[in-house]
């Protein structure tokens, strides 16, 4: 009962506290950028800039192939301003270089086609079409971007010349030579017989999903550490800790409702946050109780690493170094190709994934109720820990 009621006194005085209100405004101001300005689904900015000295028939039937099936449909066309300008084109295989020269602005007006994912018919790439090679050369020059002139090679299949703009890397330049050696009948039949399993029968985040476990790690491990020693440090400055030197309370009933009030806090974000956004997809069961453990924690972290110092002036260090070590494992989370051994060992990284897998369909539990039990395990180390240097504090 006293630790009900300390944790009562404790929630009424962080009610008339700013801390808490920021937490929750900070929370209600993601929700609103995620939901307006951040689109569920990519939109694809990729440009395509083509002329074409095949027959007008030949490329208007290839076109309208893929607008019967749905891929792709014309759109208004688009106005370039061309403007006055010299151009030195090297050819990589012989070496020679052409200067084009420019001396009068020019405006037209060109051919556009949206072309759109066959499976998720979200766009896909904008295709500008020129009549003219030399007009499409300026406008990829000006618009600092890739071209391509689209012909017949002697043995009579399509060939493309493409007009880089140098400071392309290797690797893409290689891929722009294997793309097309084969015809395009060639590499459609061979991508039909290439067969694809899907591991599993999970969905996908969309984009705005995806960003929600980062929240969440990162509410609960960086948010729980810094508030948790705000409330400390607000306690030390105002005598409230050295009180209990000289009262019967028990100084961890004292710690564990402040983490208590983190742990409250912190569920009141994620609520806000995570029910708009997701709905009934995330498993619940397992969501709250991770929340509150991973919370738990790290707020157990943040009174241990206070215990160390007088005031907040004098652990920003700490506070900052921890701050960077916990954001570290967030590239490998958006860049899954980097994901090196060491950054496992880092207490966010296991949270991002778990996350991940609570807010999926069909996700994996199992590693979700693991890491549940890991970070309540070093809570409770951490809790004592904290608990232990409280008391040899007030005692000294």
Not at 352 to 370: F, H, R, S
Request: aromatic fraction near 14%; charged fraction near 20%; include cysteine.
């Amino acid at each position: 009962m006293k630790l009900i009621s300390s944790y009562i006194k404790e929630l009424i005085i962080a009610a008339r506290g700013f801390y808490f209100y920021i937490e929750i405004g900070f929370s209600i101001l993601v929700l609103l950028i995620l939901l307006f300005a951040v689109n569920e689904y990519p939109v694809s900015k990729q440009k395509e800039y083509l002329s074409s000295s095949l027959p007008k028939e030949y490329t208007d039937a290839m076109v309208q192939q893929s607008i019967d099936k749905g891929n792709a449909e014309w759109t208004d066309d688009t106005q370039f301003t061309l403007k006055p300008a010299s151009i030195d084109i090297t050819d990589e295989q012989t070496g020679k270089v052409t200067t084009l020269e420019f001396e009068e602005e020019k405006i037209i007006n060109v051919k556009t086609l949206k072309e759109y994912d066959p499976k998720t018919k979200e766009l896909e790439a904008t295709v500008h079409f020129f009549e003219d090679d030399e007009d499409m050369i300026r406008t990829v020059y000006s618009q600092k971007s890739v071209g391509a002139v689209i012909g017949l090679s002697d043995t009579g299949t399509l060939s493309y010349k493409y007009y880089l703009q140098g400071y392309e890397t290797q690797r893409m330049v290689e891929l722009l030579s294997v793309l097309n050696l084969g015809s395009l009948d060639e590499l459609q039949a061979a991508t039909e017989q290439i067969s694809v399993r899907t591991l599993g029968t999970f969905d996908s985040l969309n984009n705005r999903q995806n960003i929600l476990p980062v929240y969440l790690a990162f509410a609960g491990s960086i948010m729980g550490v810094f508030i948790v020693m705000a409330y400390i440090f607000l306690d030390k400055d105002e005598g409230v800790i050295k009180a209990f030197a000289v009262t019967p309370s028990s100084v961890w009933k004292y710690l564990l409702s402040k983490t208590m009030i983190i742990m409250t806090t912190e569920l009141v974000c994620a609520t806000i946050l995570t029910i708009p956004i997701m709905g009934g997809q995330p498993n619940y069961l397992l969501f709250y109780p991770f929340l509150l453990v991973t919370t738990f924690a790290f707020a157990s972290l943040g009174l241990l690493v206070s215990s160390f110092f007088d005031n907040i002036s004098k652990s920003f260090g700490v506070i900052y170094a921890f701050m960077i070590l916990l954001m570290l494992p967030v590239f490998s989370y958006f860049i899954p190709s980097f994901d090196p051994l060491w950054l496992w060992f880092f207490p966010t990284y296991p949270m991002l994934t778990a996350y991940k897998e609570i807010l999926v369909t069909n996700g994996d539990a199992g590693y979700v109720l693991l890491y549940t039990g890991v970070f309540l395990a070093g809570g409770i180390i951490l809790f004592l820990i904290s608990n232990f240097r409280f008391k040899k504090t007030l005692t000294v």
